[in-house]
């Protein structure tokens, strides 16, 4: 494959107008085109009127849809005037081209504007997918959509239904990114606050009559806000949902009143069908679920989306699932008005219930080879709020760790603190329950993980400096996890490792750390490259919640010379 960086005649002299020539992963499937054009664009997705980003114009992007073992080519063109980009392929494991991550500061360099960059990767494994700007908080401005990779003809899945939909789930505020950023980073820390709005498929509706939106901007008649249908149904059909969530904020629970679902999919693998009244959902999680359309089919019926595990402040994201083509026809009920936000116990019990598929089991290996215990905790640090993992919240370096580790010039990241984090804390004495030391460090450090070695993580919650204990859903760059078990309290390695479930853990690749709880995994650090593990809370990550996985990078060969340009990687 060829990739010619169309860049600026400034940039493209440092580049030398190199053509990088190199090899994309085998495959033999379709090779699936799409030229997008990133740019800002006044959207109203819940009435109010703001800036959103956009691809060709959409928002959110448009679905990729392709078979696995295809190959998606994406060519990215960055219109956004005075702002960088990179896009992240959620799920997708970017075996063989590890370059294709987007992953800003980790992956590649940001791509600048009036520049163009192309994807190129291999959609190894069927499944639901997402994906997302990754650089600094601009999912927050909307650049997001799905993944939708279908089994290869002849090839059936452990579950059957008629038509398939995709759900995208997020939440939405007025202020601009910046304002978040810039908000976050400051002292006193100005925080996001809660989002003003819940959206299912980029839709939302704010109440306009409320003072903060009198006057323009809002309009409550724009056909834009005006109620979403989820989808229309047929009685008796069995239809899948492609549930994904891209929150920036907010855990979710989705409700469609007087239907149950069943989930089959999580994160591009098989699920034990398990059937529930409601569905919670962290950002960066996908789920298949099967829908029956078993009720009345004179009446329309809410699909409602609620804020869970902090205090609700906003209003429910709502959809109709209809019956009848009549779209004027609202359901003739209230919306569901959801679970209490605190019921903790509740969400632990349904992620807990999330097994592999009987005829889809992953054998794990039975022990790791080394075990990360990572500490959540908030510090203060320099005199700035930040999140920090074993007392160290990641600053991402100027230069991208694949370019620095892979060309070994140390001195490109961190090369005062690029030790990484301890592997462990003092568990025996640590206080889960009251705030965390203030201090800690800031640092551009990554673990570096034997390839091919199996790495267990638990990842243990404390209470933030307010006193409040968080979720937080954690997602692996590169690999999918073992599931072994969620706990409360603080983990005891000497009790809690025989609760590791070893016989039938789900594989995915984002999995929600409950308050005051710990949640472990397992994986194989076999994919040379390096590779992010965070929070996927804009907020959360923005301040540092992260760490750094490097594995194999001998093994990574030539880089493409378009990932590069910035930091010491010219
Ligand atoms: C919208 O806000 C106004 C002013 O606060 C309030 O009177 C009205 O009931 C709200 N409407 C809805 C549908 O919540
Ligand atoms: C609100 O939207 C409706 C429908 O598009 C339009 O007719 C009306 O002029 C808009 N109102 C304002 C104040 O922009
Ligand atoms: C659609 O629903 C509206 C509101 O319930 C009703 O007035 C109208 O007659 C319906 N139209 C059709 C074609 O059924
Ligand atoms: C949830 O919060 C409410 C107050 O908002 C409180 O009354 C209730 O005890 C809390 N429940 C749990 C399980 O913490
Ligand atoms: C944090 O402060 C405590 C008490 O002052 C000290 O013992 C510890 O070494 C400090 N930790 C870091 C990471 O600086
Ligand atoms: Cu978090």
């Not at 085998?26 to 664009?41: C, F, L, M, Q, S």
């Not at 989930?263 to 298949?288: C, I, K, M």
């Not at 160290?392 to 001195?411: E, N, W």
């Not at 933030?464 to 005891?492: I, M, Q, R």
Request: proline share 8%.
């Amino acid at each position: 494959m060829m990739m010619v960086p169309s860049r600026r005649p400034l940039l493209a002299a440092v580049l030398c107008w190199s053509l990088v020539l190199f090899a994309a992963p085998a495959a033999e499937g379709k090779v699936h085109h799409h030229t997008w054009d990133i740019a800002y664009r006044y959207k109203s997705p819940d009435c109010f009127e703001k800036l959103a980003v956009t691809i060709n114009g959409e928002f959110p992007g448009p679905t990729i849809r392709a078979t696995q073992g295809d190959t998606i080519v994406v060519t990215v063109n960055n219109h956004l005037e005075t702002e960088n980009t990179g896009i992240h392929w959620h799920g997708i494991r970017q075996i063989g081209s590890p370059w294709a991550d987007g992953t800003v500061g980790v992956t590649q360099c940001p791509i600048l504007p009036g520049e163009t960059f192309t994807y190129r990767f291999v959609v190894d494994r069927p499944g639901t997918y997402l994906y997302h700007a990754h650089y600094g908080m601009q999912r927050v401005a909307g650049l997001d959509g799905m993944i939708v990779v279908s089994v290869p003809a002849g090839v059936s899945e452990p579950f059957s239904y008629d038509e398939e939909h995709t759900v995208l789930l997020m939440d939405w505020w007025h202020k601009s990114v910046y304002e978040q950023a810039v908000g976050l980073a400051s002292d006193p820390l100005v925080f996001v606050n809660e989002p003003q709005s819940l959206l299912i498929n980029g839709r939302g509706r704010f109440n306009c009559s409320q003072s903060q939106a009198a006057g323009v901007g809002c309009n409550a008649s724009s056909p834009e806000c005006s109620l979403p249908t989820l989808f229309t149904a047929a009685p008796g059909k069995t239809y899948r949902l492609r549930i994904g969530s891209l929150t920036s904020l907010s855990s979710l629970n989705l409700e469609i009143q007087g239907h149950s679902m069943t989930v089959v999919e999580a994160d591009g693998h098989y699920v034990n069908p398990v059937r529930v009244g409601s569905l919670f959902v962290y950002s960066g999680e996908t789920y298949s679920v099967l829908v029956t359309a078993d009720q009345d089919p004179s009446m329309s019926y809410w699909a409602a989306s609620h804020v869970v595990g902090r205090d609700r402040k906003t209003p429910s994201g709502l959809a109709v699932l209809r019956y009848s083509r009549n779209e004027s026809d609202p359901p003739r009920t209230l919306p569901p008005a959801g679970p209490a936000w605190n019921d903790t116990a509740s969400r632990v019990r349904q992620s807990r219930s999330i097994v592999a598929h009987p005829a889809h089991v992953e054998p794990l290996p039975a022990r790791p080879d080394r075990a990360l215990l990572l500490l959540n905790t908030q510090n203060r640090i320099n005199n700035r709020l930040k999140w920090a993992v074993n007392g160290v919240s990641l600053a991402f370096p100027p230069t991208p760790f694949l370019v620095s580790m892979t060309m070994k010039r140390g001195g490109m990241y961190d090369q005062q603190k690029q030790r990484p984090p301890p592997e462990t804390y003092d568990y025996r004495s640590y206080d889960i329950a009251s705030p965390p030391a203030a201090n800690g460090t800031v640092a551009s450090a990554a673990y570096r993980l034997g390839l091919g070695s199996v790495v267990d993580v638990v990842l243990q919650n404390t209470v933030a400096l307010n006193g409040k204990s968080e979720t937080h859903p954690w997602h692996l760059h590169g690999h999918d996890f073992w599931v072994l078990a969620y706990g409360e309290g603080k983990f005891d390695p000497d009790k809690d490792v025989a609760k590791f479930n070893l016989r039938d853990p789900i594989m995915k690749n984002t999995v929600a750390l409950h308050p005051m709880g710990w949640t472990a995994v397992r994986f194989r650090a076999d994919n040379p490259g390096v590779w992010l593990f965070h929070c996927h809370i804009e907020a959360h990550v923005y301040m540092g919640m992260a760490v750094v996985f490097e594995e194999g990078i001998d093994k990574v060969g030539r880089l493409p010379k378009a990932i590069m340009g910035c930091g010491r990687s010219t």
